[in-house]
Antibody, heavy 119, light 107 residues
Framework: QAQLVQSGAEVKRPGASVKVSCRAS????????FNWVRQAPGQGLEWMGW????????NYAQKFQDRVTLTTDTSTTTAYMDLRSLRSDDTAVYYC????????????WGQGTMVTVSS | AIRMTQSPSSLSSSTGDRVTITCRAS??????LAWYQQKPGKAPNLLIY???TLRSGAPSRFSGSGSGTDFTLTINYLQSEDFATYFC?????????FGQGTKVVIK
């Protein structure tokens, strides 16, 4: 069955970068784009950006525009989220979620990756 | 960006109750609206898309309605496993945006 498996928890210092991976399996990779959503402790869901697996087009939330890069690797059916210049308020669980090209919500989510930013 | 406003932010109910959660968009989004359920420590789970289409495998006690700017999620005959946080989300355009969430707790 379709599933997304994310990389493990990370602990980073302020100013560092983190790269989270999301490996897809069980479905045609290029039929779905990837969204990245984060959730700070006890808070709601915050959309960070989207990438097309078909042509690599991206769309980022303005808040993250200059700090985040989304990529995909079709050969390994993996999506990546790279967040730079980390701050303590970037401490959150980061999720990848797939979205069909015709868009009907985010139907499959990764299990989440906890990123802790602390000095 | 389209702002999504949910109400209430939390509610307490008993098993067997009917629960209604509302979501308002700051501009018209047709029916490009999804509802998610999230339990502690877990990823969100898609329940409804297209404002009213129940995802395959989701319990039929969940239903959604609305179009344009005003939407509703209804849970009929609340079950113990339904105590969770619910989020609405618009996918009319980018940036995708979520409501702030509604936590359903046991009375």
């Amino acid at each position: 069955q379709a599933q997304l498996v994310q990389s493990g928890a990370e602990v980073k210092r302020p100013g560092a970068s983190v790269k989270v991976s999301c490996r897809a399996s069980g479905y045609p990779f290029t039929s779905f784009g990837f969204n990245w959503v984060r959730q700070a402790p006890g808070q709601g869901l915050e959309w960070m950006g989207w990438i097309s697996t078909y042509n690599g087009n991206t769309n980022y939330a303005q808040k993250f525009q200059d700090r985040v890069t989304l990529t995909t690797d079709t050969s390994t059916t993996t999506a990546y989220m790279d967040l730079r210049s980390l701050r303590s308020d970037d401490t959150a669980v980061y999720y990848c979620a797939r979205e069909h090209v015709l868009s009907d919500g985010f139907d499959i989510w990764g299990q989440g990756t906890m990123v802790t930013v602390s000095s | 960006a389209i702002r999504m406003t949910q109400s209430p932010s939390s509610l307490s109910s008993s098993t067997g109750d009917r629960v209604t959660i509302t979501c308002r968009a700051s501009q018209g989004i047709s029916t490009y609206l999804a509802w998610y359920q999230q339990k502690p420590g877990k990823a969100p789970n898609l329940l409804i898309y297209g404002a009213s289409t129940l995802r395959s495998g989701a319990p039929s006690r969940f239903s959604g309605s609305g179009s344009g700017t005003d939407f509703t999620l209804t849970i009929n005959y609340l079950q113990s496993e339904d105590f969770a946080t619910y989020f609405c989300q618009q996918y009319f355009n980018h940036p995708r945006t979520f409501g702030q969430g509604t936590k359903v707790v046991i009375k």
